[in-house]
Every structure is written in structure tokens, then in C-alpha cells.
């Protein structure tokens, strides 16, 4: 079974940092897009941010110049390095992978408040 497992996670104050993991487990092939999305109470599930295997990176622009997504193709995994966090950053994470076959993981929630 393909899956998707999700770390790093957790209650940061604003400012602060914060760099979250997917791996994919029970796969030898490689996703062609890897990413991340997330879902605030009561908001729909937007995207945050999205790579390709071969190094193409899309972000939403809320998260600009603060977030970096980054892949480790060897170890199928996929990282969101997060900075200069925000109240409103504060959100359940998915991480999302996508070829002919589409998964979700399970979520990490993200909270950030003093």
C-alpha cells in the first residue's frame, strides 16, 4: 500500500521556523509532483506549495520568500522548510503526490500563536 507519512508538526511563535517531511513508503517510483497544501478551520484546502521531480517549484503567494519546498528523490521525500511563520499560517499540512496515481497524507497541524 502506497502512503504517504507526514512529521514536523507542531506549536511555533510567530517569527519562528519550522520544517516539515513527507516520504513516501510502499513505492519504488517517483512521483512527478510533489507538494504540500493546507486547510485553515473553516477555509478550503489551498495549495502552498508544489515541485516536479526534475526541480520545477510553484508557491502560493502568501508564502513567498518565506517557505521553500525542496525533494530528496533518492529517499522519496519531499520537505517545506517554513519562516518568518505567521498567526496566519496556522493550518492542518497534507502533503500531496501526484503522477497516474494521486495520494494524501494524513496531515500535520501547524499552529502558530505566542
Known amino acids: 500500500q502506497v502512503q504517504l507519512v507526514e512529521s514536523g508538526g507542531g506549536l511555533v511563535q510567530p517569527g519562528g521556523s519550522l520544517r516539515l517531511s513527507c516520504a513516501v513508503s510502499g513505492s519504488i517510483f517517483s512521483f512527478y509532483f510533489m507538494g504540500w497544501y493546507r486547510q485553515a478551520p473553516g477555509k478550503e484546502r489551498d495549495l502552498v506549495a508544489i515541485?516536479?521531480?526534475?526541480?520545477?517549484?510553484h508557491y502560493a503567494d502568501s508564502v513567498k520568500g518565506r517557505f521553500t519546498i525542496s525533494r530528496d528523490i533518492a529517499k522519496n521525500t519531499v520537505y517545506l522548510q517554513m519562516n518568518s511563520l505567521k498567526p496566519e499560517d496556522t493550518a492542518v499540512y497534507y502533503c500531496?503526490?501526484?503522477?497516474?496515481?494521486?495520494?494524501w497524507g494524513q496531515g500535520t497541524l501547524v499552529t502558530v500563536s505566542s
Open positions: 515541485s516536479t521531480s526534475t526541480g520545477t517549484t
Open positions: 500531496n503526490a501526484k503522477s497516474d496515481l494521486e495520494i
